[in-house]
Every structure is written in C-alpha cells, then in structure tokens.
C-alpha cells in the first residue's frame, strides 16, 4: 500500500520578502520585485540590466561564522528557508531529525558563481590567490542539500536535484517518493538559486531576456502579445513532506497533500520545448494522483515570458486540461528564479489555495493569440474554491515537471 505524503512545513525567501502575509499585501498591491540592475553597467555586452534580487538577505548575525563557512549565497538561502519550514513544521531541533528517518531533496542550477573565480584564475594564469578550502564546497551543484543536511544534523537519504528550472520541483517530487514506499518519514524539499550575472547572460546570448530597461515595473510579461524575454530573479523555498500517520502522531499542522508528480524529458532538443512530452509530463501527474483532468481547479504556471516557452506550455496545458483552465504565471513578480522557482511556486500556490485566492499575472494585458485558450488569470485576483492545484515547470534540456496538490 502506497503511503500518503503530506505538507507539514513551509517557508521560503523571495525579492518580495521570506513570509506569506507580506507578500501576499505585495502582489495584491501590484508589486513586484523586478528593478533596474545599475551593478550591471559595467557588462557592456549584456543587454538586459533587469532582475528580481532579494536585496538585503544576510544571515551573518543568525549563524555561526563556522556553519557559515561552507555556504555561498545559495546555500544561505536554502538552509534559511528550510529552517522556516521545519520551524513551521514543529520539527525545529526535534531529535527524529538525527534519527536516519529524515533526509533532504534538494535542488539548484549551481552553487555559488563567485567561487568559480578562484579556479577560473588558477586556469587562466596557472595559480589563485582566491582558492579556499571551502571555495569547491560552495560552488558544486549539491551545495544547497549538503549544507542543509549539515546544519540540521540529518543522516537520511540526500537526492541532489541540478536540474535547472525544475530543481525544486523534482526536489519535491523524489522526496514524495521517499517517503511513498517507505524509505524516508520526513523529507525537507525544495529548491535555491542565488543570482548572479551570469544567469542573465546565459539567457541573454539565446535573446530571451527582457531588455525593456527603463519600465522594470512593466516586465516580465508571461504569456503577453507584448513580452520581450524573462528576468532572472533568486530565492529559496522550503517543504516539510512527511507520511500522513506519522504526522497525525505528532499532531502537525498539515497544509496540504502532495497525490501527484509526473516527470519525464523530451529527448530532442536543448533549449527548445516539445509540446507532446510537457502533455505527458502532466498527464503522468494526473495518472499518479489517481484523477481525471476536470478536477484540477487552477494550474500554476512555468510562464517564463519567453516566445516559444509561452507558446508551447499553454498548447500542452489546454490539451490535457481543456480550454478554459485557470491558469497564471508567478514569475511575473519574481522573475525567473531558476531553481528555486518550482519550489517558491509550491510554496505560494499551496498558500494561494488555502485561501481560495490567487493573484493574476502580473502586467498581462493582451493574451498572445498563439497561445492556447486557456482562462488567463489577468487584472484582478481571482476567489476560487479548488480542491486540486497543480504546478508545472519545464527545464532547458526538456526536463518536465509536473505536481498536484490537494486541499486539506
């Protein structure tokens, strides 16, 4: 018998603020946390000078300068935000973590861009004087779930998840499966990334970002006639998944119930979505949970403002769900938080549905006629009572996600 996977911990840190009542006023105010990057003016090759930074995050005064050895920006965040979680989950310094029942999943794009330096100079010039004996630790890809199993004293499973933009959201997944067949009890999932140049760039080189640079409050535009590309934004976001029975023994709060993950790859292109294999990303979902597609109340979006991405996500949402599905993007006040984005998504869409209430995309005035027929979420949030959320995300490298959540 396969065993039931709940919520019972949620936090995270985003551009606009680490707790749900301050960015739920945010967004219902019509903020978001794109702004203009004068850092950036220095790159005269970079054409965007856009993103969603989450200014004045530092975690100096709460940890030790030893815990914080190991960990860049990335790291900060995500152990931060798992630390919210489990505070929110009553596990905070509670003994079963240490037991070998707990574990991590964990993602993000990379580590942290500037330790690269150092041994980018060692390559260049043929010696460092930026190389450390952490400088390795803090930049490879499993840096986010190493130092949180470290901080926390874990000594369950660690699943690594560098997947790009489904990171987060394959974190969530495998930890649910952790704990379906019985491996783990509880799992900390989740996604980080920190932003740094270089993101941008990538995206930049591939004229995909938006380079509308004196109107950041007008940008970016998920499934927009007008979009002109994504920003790169950061952050982290924390769940506490746990077995059903063991957290009705310790009487946890419970948010609500992970039923489905669906996960597959395209196998054909790089960069470039393929419509057939994102359907049965979500169609594997559906399967998984055990529904029919009617029961889905809302789908939160990949929406990355990118042309074909846009294109592509919607024609694939509308033929397994029909037209008509309720659908936003929350990257339009984030930016695209690459692979924190799955699990700050999670995090939201959890909160949205509790309260039966969502927000539109954000400056989506025009819905691009190449687009699907699909109930764009626009102008004003939207009171729905949903049972089923679901919530998608799609990588470069044809990586698809696909979760459903159910109301408790």
């Known amino acids: 018998m396969r065993r039931r996977v709940v919520v019972t911990g949620m936090g995270g840190i985003t551009s606009l603020g680490d707790n749900w009542p301050s960015i739920r006023a945010r967004m219902a105010a019509g903020e978001t946390g794109v702004r203009q990057m004068p850092e950036w003016e220095r790159f005269h090759s970079l054409n965007t000078r856009l993103a969603a930074p989450v200014d004045g995050f530092s975690v100096e005064d709460r940890y030790a ?8 920006p990335v790291a900060r965040m995500a152990v931060y935000a798992s630390e919210l979680a489990l505070g929110d989950a009553g596990l905070a ?19 942290s861009h500037q330790s690269v330096l150092g041994f980018a100079e060692l390559m260049s010039a043929g010696a460092s004087t930026k190389l450390t004996g952490t400088s390795y630790v803090q930049m490879m890809s499993h840096t986010a779930a190493v130092n949180i199993g470290l901080f926390f ?137 055990e529904l029919t597609a009617d029961k889905i109340g809302f789908v939160n979006g990949h929406g990355t403002a990118t042309e074909w991405g846009d294109v592509a996500e919607s024609t694939a ?38 309260e039966r209430w969502f927000v539109p995309t954000a400056n989506l005035a025009s819905v691009d006629e190449r687009c699907a027929p699909l109930d764009y979420v626009m102008g004003e949030p939207r009171r729905l009572d949903i049972d089923y959320l679901m919530s998608n995300n799609f990588a470069f490298g044809g990586i698809n996600t696909s979760l459903i959540f159910r109301q408790w």
């Open 65 to 72: 300068r030893k815990q914080l050895r190991t960990m860049g």
């Open 93 to 111: 310094g509670d003994p079963c973590l240490a037991g070998g029942r707990v574990g991590v999943a964990y993602g993000s794009s990379f580590g």
């Open 153 to 289: 004293g874990l000594t369950g499973r660690v699943v690594p998840t560098s997947s790009a933009c489904t990171s987060g959201s394959q974190g969530i997944g495998y930890a649910a499966e952790m704990i379906r067949f019985g491996l783990q009890d509880v799992m900390i999932a989740g996604g980080a990334d920190e932003l740094s140049v270089s993101d941008a760039a990538v995206f930049d080189t591939l004229y995909a970002t938006s380079n509308r640079n004196d109107a950041p409050q007008s940008t970016p535009r998920p499934f927009d006639r007008d979009r002109d590309g994504l920003v790169i934004g950061e952050g982290a976001a924390t769940l506490v998944l746990e077995e059903l029975q063991h957290a009705k023994a310790r009487g946890a709060p419970i948010h609500a119930e992970l039923v489905g993950y669906g996960t597959n790859s395209d196998g054909q292109h790089i960069t470039q979505p393929t419509v057939a294999t994102m359907e049965q990303a979500l169609r594997l979902a559906l399967a998984d949970a």
């Open 317 to 354: 949402t509308a033929a397994v769900l029909g037209a008509g599905a309720p659908i936003h993007s929350l990257k339009s006040y984030f930016g695209h938080s690459l692979g924190a984005c799955g699990s700050i998504e999670a995090w939201l869409g959890i909160e949205m549905m509790k």
